[in-house]
C-alpha cells in the first residue's frame, strides 16, 4: 500500500518566540539535528521510502515546539488469511507499528483523534481501488505489545476489512464448469446405442474439469484445508461422473449380451424388441402390392397426428425431443414403420435423467452459494 505516514509530537526544546508564524517548514536535513521517533512496522514484509525527484518528506515545526513529521512510504505487510469461503472470502488485514527500541514509558503512541474517534485519524482515498479486493471499512485502535527484551511498547493498530471480488474467479473457473456440467448432459438425447459419442464426451468433460481444478489450485497458497472454490470443482466433477455411470447404466439394463441370463434386462428391452418386429412387419407389408392411391390414404391414416414432423416448424420439433414428449415419439415411430427406416429406442433412464440432473445440479448451486455467500 502507498501511504502518507504523519507522526505529531512535542519536543519543549524545539520552542522559538514569533507571532506571524504558526509552522515553521524546514528542510529534512534537520532531522539529523533533533530526536524523532523510531518508528517501524511489526508485521512489515518490504517497505520502501519515496525519494524521486527528492525525498517526499515533509517538516515543520510550531513556536510551542509541535513537530509534524510526514513521509510517502510504500509498505507490503504481513496478512494471514483464512480461504476456506475462498474466492467468497472477507479478509481483515491489520498493520502494526511502533517504536522499535523505546518502551512504554518513554514513548506513548496515540491516534490523533483518539478517544473519540480513533478510526478518523486514518484516511482513505476516495479514489481507491485493488484489483481482487473492495476496502469494506477500517477501525483503528491502541495496545499493549510485550517484549521481555526493553519491555512493553505501545503498538498501534489499523484493520482493514476486505471483501474479494469474485467476478474474475466467475469467469475464469465457474461458468466453464457449470458449462461442462451441461455439456455431458447432451449424451442423454445422443442414442443409446452411440457408445463411443458418449463416452469420449464424459470424459472429456472429466479432464477438462480436472484441468480446470489444478489451474486454479496453482495460483493459491497450499492449505492443508479444502476452499470453497474446490468444493464447488468438487461437485461439477461428481455431475459429470454422475452422468459416465448414467451411461453405463442404460448400456446395463438395455443392452442384450451374449452369456446374460433371461430376465435380467428391463422393460427397455421388451419396447426395444417390440419395435424391431413391428419394423419387420411394416416391411412385409411394403412389399405386398398396393395402388398409389390406397398406399397414400393409408400412409396418412398411420402418420395423422398433431406432431407429425412435416406439418410443425423447426422449433416446435425440437422443443418436443428435447422435452422426450411421448405422443410427438409415437408419431415419429409410426412414420418410420411407414417409411421402413430405423427409429432410434430411447431408455427410460435418460428420460428420466434429462429432469433429475439440471434439477439436482441447481439445487446443490442453491445450496453452495447460500452456504458460502
Given at each position: 500500500m502507498d501511504v502518507f505516514f504523519r507522526q505529531r509530537w512535542t519536543d519543549p526544546r524545539l520552542r522559538f518566540n514569533s507571532t506571524s508564524v504558526e509552522m515553521l517548514p524546514l528542510n529534512t536535513i534537520m532531522l539529523e539535528s533533533i530526536w524523532y521517533p523510531d518508528t517501524y512496522f511489526f508485521n512489515g514484509r518490504r517497505s520502501k521510502r519515496h525519494t524521486v525527484t527528492t525525498p517526499n518528506r515533509?517538516?515543520?515545526?510550531?513556536?510551542?515546539?509541535?513537530?509534524?513529521?510526514?513521509?510517502?512510504?510504500?509498505?507490503?505487510?504481513?496478512?494471514?488469511?483464512?480461504?476456506a469461503k475462498y474466492p467468497m472470502d472477507t479478509q481483515v488485514c491489520?498493520?502494526?507499528?511502533?517504536?522499535?527500541?523505546?518502551?512504554?514509558?518513554?514513548?506513548?503512541?496515540?491516534?490523533?483523534?483518539?478517544?473519540?474517534?480513533?478510526?478518523?485519524?486514518?484516511?482513505?482515498?476516495?479514489?481507491?481501488?485493488?484489483?481482487q479486493f473492495s476496502l469494506q471499512t477500517w477501525k483503528a485502535e491502541r495496545s499493549v505489545k510485550v517484549s521481555d527484551r526493553i519491555g512493553n511498547r505501545t503498538q498501534l493498530t489499523v484493520n482493514f476489512h476486505l471483501a474479494r471480488h469474485a467476478g474474475f474467479f466467475v469467469i475464469s473457473t465457474y461458468i466453464p464448469c457449470v458449462l461442462l456440467?451441461?455439456?455431458?448432459?447432451?449424451?442423454?438425447?445422443?442414442?443409446?446405442?452411440?457408445?463411443?459419442?458418449?463416452?469420449?464426451?464424459?470424459?472429456m468433460t472429466l479432464l477438462t474439469i480436472t484441468t480446470l481444478g489444478w489451474s486454479s489450485r496453482a495460483v493459491l497458497p497450499k492449505v492443508s484445508y479444502a476452499?470453497?472454490?474446490d468444493w464447488f470443482i468438487v461437485m461439477c466433477f461428481g455431475f459429470v461422473f454422475a452422468a459416465m455411470v448414467e451411461y453405463a447404466a442404460v448400456n446395463y439394463f438395455t443392452k442384450r449380451r451374449a452369456g446374460m441370463l433371461p430376465?435380467?434386462?428391463?422393460?427397455?428391452?421388451?419396447?426395444?424388441?417390440?419395435?424391431?418386429?413391428?419394423?419387420?412387419?411394416a416391411t412385409l407389408r411394403k412389399k405386398r402390392r398396393f395402388t398409389l392411391l390406397s398406399s397414400l390414404t393409408r400412409y396418412n391414416i398411420k402418420v395423422k397426428s398433431p406432431y407429425?414432423?412435416?406439418?410443425?416448424?423447426?422449433?416446435?420439433?425440437?422443443?418436443?425431443?428435447?422435452?422426450?414428449?411421448?405422443?410427438?415419439?409415437?408419431?415419429?415411430?409410426?412414420?418410420?414403420?411407414?417409411?421402413?427406416?430405423?427409429?432410434?429406442?430411447?431408455?427410460r433412464i435418460d428420460v428420466a435423467s434429462r429432469i433429475i440432473f439440471p434439477v439436482s445440479f441447481i439445487v446443490s448451486n442453491g445450496i453452495f452459494w447460500f452456504a458460502y455467500n
Open positions: 515533509l517538516f515543520r515545526i510550531s513556536p510551542e515546539g509541535k513537530v509534524l513529521y510526514t513521509q510517502r512510504l510504500t509498505l507490503k505487510a504481513e496478512c494471514i488469511m483464512n480461504l491489520p498493520l502494526h507499528f511502533g517504536s522499535n527500541s523505546y518502551s512504554e514509558e518513554d514513548v506513548v503512541y496515540r491516534w490523533l483523534h483518539e478517544p473519540e474517534n480513533a478510526s478518523a485519524s486514518v484516511e482513505v482515498s476516495e479514489d481507491l481501488r485493488f484489483s456440467v451441461v455439456l455431458s448432459w447432451v449424451s442423454f438425447w445422443l442414442n443409446r446405442e452411440a457408445t463411443p459419442a458418449r463416452v469420449a464426451l464424459c470424459i476452499k470453497a472454490i430376465g435380467m434386462a428391463d422393460d427397455d428391452d421388451d419396447d426395444m424388441a417390440q419395435a424391431e418386429a413391428e419394423n419387420v412387419e407429425e414432423a412435416s406439418k410443425q416448424s423447426f422449433l416446435s420439433d425440437l422443443l418436443s425431443c428435447i422435452c422426450g414428449n411421448a405422443e410427438y415419439r409415437d408419431a415419429r415411430l409410426r412414420q418410420s414403420r411407414a417409411s421402413g427406416k430405423p427409429f432410434n429406442s430411447v431408455s
